[in-house]
C-alpha cells in the first residue's frame, strides 16, 4: 500500500500535535518538515544521529540532515508520496524522543 502525502491543513493539525507547547519544534519550511536540534557539544549531537539513524533504519525512512559542530538540522519528506507523510511524523515523533534526554542533560 502506496504511503499518501498529507494535505497542508494535516500537515499543520500534527505538527501542532508533535510541538506540544514546545516553541523550538518541528516546522513546515519549503515543503519539507524541519527542526534545528542544539545540544550541549559534538558528541551529544552525534550521538542523538548515531541512535536517530537506528531507528530511521528499522522505519525504512531516512532522514535529509545537516551537522555542524552542535547543531543537526533535520529535513523529513516521503520522496515516494511526493510530499510530507505519517511516516515524516512517526519519525520526528521518535527523534524528539532520543533528543528529550540529550537536550535536558544541558540545562
Known sequence: M????????????????INGSRTD????VNAKLQR?????????AWGFMAQAAIVAEK?????EWFNVYRTV?????????????????????AMNLIAEPLLREES
Not at 59 to 63: K, M, S, T, Y
Open 2 to 17: 502506496a504511503v499518501k502525502a498529507l494535505t497542508e491543513s494535516e500537515i499543520r493539525d500534527r505538527i501542532g500535535i
Open 25 to 28: 519544534g518541528w516546522a513546515l
Open 36 to 44: 534545528t536540534f542544539q545540544f550541549q557539544d559534538f558528541v551529544t
Open 59 to 63: 522505519l525504512d525512512h531516512h532522514p
Open 73 to 93: 538540522r533535520v529535513d523529513l519528506t516521503t520522496h515516494d508520496a511526493g510530499g510530507i507523510s505519517v511516516r515524516d511524523f512517526e519519525l520526528a515523533a
